[in-house]
């Protein structure tokens, strides 16, 4: 590395992440973000597969120097060689097999950097051991954990052979992730109890390191809007964000909606409930065009907007892994929060306004108590605030728990260079 220069650092993003219109996104995003300050940052990125996505590459390039590699080929032949190789290759997914292989991507990972950084445990390739520089695993999440229970929940639902096909390709992805975690020399988890799952799991302790993940406050401050209830008779707004082409979210849907719903009904409650985020499958758009009082909102470029409009934010997950973005984000504008102990796990809930409740009849009592009450809605949604000002300050957490790992990888090669000169 030379003098009066920032240090190189690649990041592998398996997918696009602007706009970041999800936690894994919304994480990586700020991230790079992050990084750029200290690094010259390189971003590997596979083309771009939906127009919102081509349209984000320009917020890409105001902080990183961005190479696009290709794409495997589309239709019915394709796809089915590339479920076949996911069964019976090296690799649970082959399309990053594909990606690595490429030329481009070939010449970055050997070219002259001091860091690589790979965005999931998933997408790591044994390419990467032709690499110069360190390597650091970004663990989103427990990733045998959240596909085997992506299976389970697909058998569960009916679609017996897509969830069988998913099951067994966590079973895979558990000596994949073993692999990449062991080869890296920093692992970073997204939260405390994510940490704890994955050094159950592998042989990680002296390289894995919590990151303490949160938000660029001042992002929202502008749509900060602090919940005051709503009159009798009035309509209470309910919100709900996430992925929706992600199991746990569609489960989450159809268990308001079965469950949460009809007893707010029966009590005489009248609400409207948005659904908000991208990828609703087929299904879940037909199911919910006929209820009146359920809205599909799908896909937006910004999702804080339909948050500050709210009066509570709900978040019915019943399983799930990773960070709880959604619920950071309410907090971070100030919103009440009704959420089910799996919904909320990881996250701060102590001194906050955030409600947990796991049962239909005890989650909707819940909405109805807060709605219902401004001092209590106020209220919650202030101490919710606090919580997100004090615990998930992207800004303070990245120069106070992240910055001095990569600092540290970047004096141990600096020390492994100047070792080799003297040799």
């Known amino acids: 590395m030379k003098a009066n220069k920032k240090p190189k650092l690649l990041i592998v993003l398996s997918y696009p992440i602007c706009p970041p219109d999800g936690g894994g996104r919304l994480l990586t995003w700020n991230v790079l973000r992050s990084l750029s300050r200290f690094f010259e940052v390189h971003a590997l990125l596979r083309r771009p597969f939906e127009e ?11 902080y990183c120097t961005l190479h696009i590699a ?6 019915l032949f394709w796809s089915i060689l590339s479920r076949l190789r996911s069964i019976f290759g090296r690799y649970p997914i082959s399309d990053i097999s594909h990606f690595y292989m490429l030329p481009d991507s070939l010449r970055l990972i050997r070219a002259d950097f001091d860091i690589i950084q790979v965005e999931h445990a998933w997408a790591y390739h044994d390419v990467l051991k032709q690499r110069k520089a360190a390597l650091v695993i970004m663990a989103h999440n427990w990733e045998y954990e959240y596909w085997r229970n992506h299976g389970l929940s697909l058998i569960r639902c009916g679609n017996f052979l897509y969830g069988i096909f998913v099951y067994f390709g966590s079973i895979k992805l558990l000596f994949q992730e073993r692999l990449a975690l062991l080869d890296a020399d920093l692992v970073l988890g997204v939260s405390k109890q994510e940490c704890v799952k994955i050094e159950r799991a592998y042989p990680v302790a002296g390289k894995l390191f919590d990151m303490a993940f949160g938000l660029r406050i001042a992002d929202y401050v502008p749509f900060l809007k602090v919940s ?3 009159s009798a008779g009035g309509v209470i707004r309910l919100v709900y964000v996430g992925s929706l082409d ?7 849907i159809n268990f308001f909606i079965e469950a949460i719903a009809p007893v707010l009904r029966r009590s005489g409650c009248n609400f409207l409930f948005d659904v908000v985020g991208r990828g609703p499958s087929a299904k879940l758009k037909s199911r919910i065009k006929d ?13 804080r907007p339909h948050i500050m409009d709210s009066d509570v934010v709900v978040v019915p997950l019943r399983y799930g892994a990773g960070m709880r973005i959604k619920i950071i984000e309410a ?3 100030g919103k009440p929060i009704v959420s089910t102990r799996k919904g909320a796990e990881g996250v701060v809930i102590d001194g906050s306004g955030t409600v947990l409740a796991d049962s239909p009849e005890a989650f909707a009592e819940a909405i109805i108590r807060i709605a219902g009450d401004p001092k209590l809605c106020c209220d919650a949604g202030q101490k919710n605030l606090a919580v997100a000002n004090r615990y998930y300050d992207w800004e303070k957490n990245f ?9 540290r990888l970047i004096d141990q090669e600096s020390s492994m260079t100047a070792n080799q000169s003297r040799t």
């Not at 349209?55 to 105001?62: A, K, V």
Request: net charge negative; charged share 20%; aromatic share 8%.
């Open 52 to 62: 919102h996505h081509v349209q984000g590459l320009s917020d890409l390039r105001e």
């Open 70 to 75: 290709g794409y495997p080929p589309s239709g």
């Open 228 to 230: 005051k209830g709503v």
């Open 246 to 252: 992600s199991p746990q979210s569609e489960d989450a």
């Open 291 to 303: 209820i009146a009082d359920v809205r599909l909102i799908g896909f937006v470029q910004d999702v």
């Open 331 to 333: 907090m971070a504008m």
């Open 399 to 407: 120069d106070k728990y992240v910055l001095p790992h990569y600092l």
